[in-house]
């Protein structure tokens, strides 16, 4: 390829591919496939580490939030762990260097709330400290909270939902 994108691929196409990308797909897949989510995981994480203003950060943050559902219950607290570390820095400031990581965690809470009703109790504590991470103050969320909370029989999720109720109805107001 020369200079002005000709050749085999176009620079155009290459231009929105984060670099490291090619490895997330298969480390995506193997998030759901037996035998191989534990040692994926760990592979996974390692290589986001805790830098939230590279493409391959946001990009792959994306395709893990599509991926909730197939998720198993273990995997998906291990996961929730992680966006709700990542997402509580990058919600911090709407503008700087995070701004990609900013907009795709506050764009989340859609798929991370029905994770509120799920019937571990891991996944309930992780999805409700992911939504006060990101500060979503959304009516729907904030009453979904509240709901679950009124029901809830696992201490930890609870005060879980508790504070994430307190912190989003106060950041709301």
């Known amino acids: 390829m020369d200079e002005r994108g000709a050749g085999p691929v176009a620079w155009h196409v290459l231009e929105g591919v984060p670099a490291g990308s090619e490895e997330t797909p298969g480390l995506r897949r193997g998030l759901v496939a037996p035998g191989h989510r534990q040692k994926t995981w760990l592979r996974l994480e390692e290589k986001l580490g ?30 929730l762990d992680f966006l709700a570390r990542r997402g509580h820095g990058a919600c911090r400031s709407p503008v700087g260097v995070h701004r990609e990581a900013y907009e795709v965690f506050t764009r989340a809470w859609p798929q991370v709330l029905p994770l509120v009703g799920r019937r571990a109790p891991g996944v309930r504590t992780g999805a409700a400290w ?44």
């Not at 979904?144 to 106060?170: I, N, T």
């Open 130 to 173: 992911v939504l006060r991470s990101i500060r979503c103050t959304d009516p729907a969320a904030i009453d979904a909270l509240r709901q679950r909370a009124a029901v809830e029989d696992d201490p930890s999720a609870l005060v879980s939902q508790l504070l994430a109720v307190g912190m989003l109805a106060q950041d709301r107001e």
């Open 50 to 79: 805790w830098d939230r203003d590279t493409p391959l950060f946001v990009h792959t943050v994306t395709h893990l939030l599509v991926l909730l559902p197939q998720l198993d219950d273990r995997r998906l607290v291990q996961v």
